[in-house]
């Protein structure tokens, strides 16, 4: 006997979900088949792979290894349909794109109109969700490619730059975060800073331009970045404004935007994918209409942001 591809699978969502029912709802089967075929895996390797207790399910180191290579034989498996299913048509048949929470609402919208009327055959699935989770789930081959910003971590990844998007200091007009024309980071009261919930990047990228080690909690974290604007539209802080976003999150007349001084804060967006995957023909072709949707320019200009022939001094 030797290990099989449902074998893998099942320990693969067993080490994800830690828990028996909940991996085997994934993988459509019944529990007991689930926990048995991760029984057999376990005396056919001579290992124990998975602590079951009354109320925790825990991978054993052996098992935590083994799960870490059992996600990569899927995603290189998944490589093999892939190639054998799309080395003809550009950009036809099912694609699995993730996408951060602070791209996703801004240039979605913009992009799927192109991607319809160009590629008609090509059938998106979307995912939402925070950097790590979607670079777990590239790196398992749940999806093909996703949109982050850079950098990207982990070994066996490509990635391809697609824009630059540069933040602005958006504060409630008339505040006093809004007399001078351009922001500076040293002038931003830490207290003041509105963040995103931890896990999302565009937290961190915050706090590392302010040169902000321990955020001085002021008791929110938000989810979403509409949350955030609606604080600030409220008079209850600042915080970093993707200008990738602008149209969407900066219609409120209550709210003031500002550009930074030299060097401005911005981050690098890139469509990214498994070196080993066989579609970078697609992954080239969805950038470039990504790219293409990103210039587009906003359907919505605030009146208090700065033109785009200002240049902030250094």
């Known amino acids: 006997m030797t290990v099989t591809l449902r074998q893998l699978r099942y320990l693969e969502a067993l080490a994800r979900h830690l828990h028996f029912g909940r991996a085997a709802e994934e993988c459509a089967v019944s529990q007991p088949a689930l926990s048995q075929q991760v029984q057999d895996m376990e005396a056919l390797l001579g290992v124990k792979l998975v602590e079951r207790g009354p109320r925790r399910v825990a991978l054993t180191p052996r098992g935590e290894e083994v799960a870490r290579r059992a996600a990569a034989i899927l995603g290189s498996v998944r490589d093999l349909v892939d190639y054998a299913r799309h080395h003809g048509a550009l950009l036809a048949g099912p694609l699995r794109l993730g996408v951060i929470p602070s791209v996703a609402p801004y240039l979605l919208p913009r992009a799927l109109p192109l991607v319809e009327a160009r590629f008609p055959a090509l059938e998106l699935h979307l995912r939402e969700t925070l950097t790590e989770t979607l670079e777990d789930e590239l790196s398992q081959g749940l999806l093909d490619a996703i949109l982050i910003a850079l950098p990207v971590h ?17 504060a409630r007009a008339g505040s006093a975060e809004t007399e001078e ?17 931890e896990g999302h990047c565009l ?3 915050t706090l590392a331009y302010c040169r902000i080690a321990r955020p001085e909690t002021n008791g929110f974290g938000a989810a979403s970045l509409s949350t955030i604007m609606q604080m600030v539209a409220g008079g209850y802080g600042v915080t ?9 999150e900066a219609r409120d007349p209550r709210i003031a935007l500002r550009r930074f001084a030299e060097p401005e804060p911005s981050r690098e967006i890139a469509l990214v994918w498994r070196r080993s995957s066989p579609r970078r023909a697609d992954f080239d072709a969805l950038g470039g209409l990504l790219r293409e949707a ?21």
């Open 240 to 248: 970093l404004l993707p200008e990738l976003s602008l149209a969407v």
């Open 154 to 170: 982990g070994p066996g990844f490509e990635a391809l730059p697609l824009f630059v998007d540069r933040f602005l200091l958006a």
């Open 203 to 205: 937290r961190d990228q």
């Open 294 to 314: 990103a210039e587009r320019p906003a359907h919505f200009a605030p009146p208090s942001t700065l033109s785009s022939d200002s240049v902030p001094p250094p």
């Open 181 to 197: 024309p351009f922001a500076r980071p040293e002038r931003i009261p830490p207290e003041r800073l509105l963040l995103l919930e």
